[in-house]
């Protein structure tokens, strides 16, 4: 598979800033992910790139939603931040002189067209709103479980 962290570290991201009414910088989404913060502004550049995301600087600077978590998908972090196709290809023809190989690309073509049309319809249906909400209910089953 093509498909990279960078979605996930995306929506995380998209996530944390639809939970919080203020502006985030890097460092602290990079501290959510347990990541490096440049890491994650290159992430934060794509998304801002594609409109998901702005950033203000100065000192109460850092990175906020474009748009609300209601109308951002996950396949839109997706597109944001991932190029090319989400299943690799063969990375060279291969051999006509077989059988298999002769037909194995256009074979394999309409099943990865159609798992990546899959993807994309599921990942459509899911927004980061949705996400927040879903991660706001595991922390309460988290603190109820947690409690002592």
């Known amino acids: 598979m093509a498909l990279s962290s960078r979605s996930a570290v995306a929506i995380h991201a998209l996530t944390m800033l639809a939970r ?3 502006s985030l910088t890097s460092a602290e989404i990079a501290e959510s992910l347990a990541s490096n913060p440049v890491l994650v502004r290159r992430i934060l550049g794509s998304l801002r790139d594609a409109g998901l ?4 600087e100065g000192r109460n600077g850092g990175w906020s939603l474009a748009r609300a978590p209601r109308e951002i998908t996950l396949y839109d972090a997706y597109t944001a931040v991932e190029t090319g196709p989400i299943l690799s290809r063969h990375a060279h023809p291969p051999s006509a002189e077989c059988e298999v190989g002769r ?3 256009a074979l394999l073509e309409v099943e990865f067209q159609d798992a ?3 993807m994309r319809e599921r990942l459509s249906r899911t927004t980061i709103a949705h996400m927040l909400k ?3 209910a595991a922390e309460r089953e988290f603190a109820l ?3 002592s």
């Open 20 to 22: 919080w009414d203020h």
């Open 53 to 56: 995301v702005w950033s203000t």
């Open 103 to 105: 037909h194995i690309q």
């Open 116 to 118: 990546e049309r899959a």
């Open 134 to 136: 879903q991660v706001l």
């Open 145 to 147: 479980r947690n409690r």
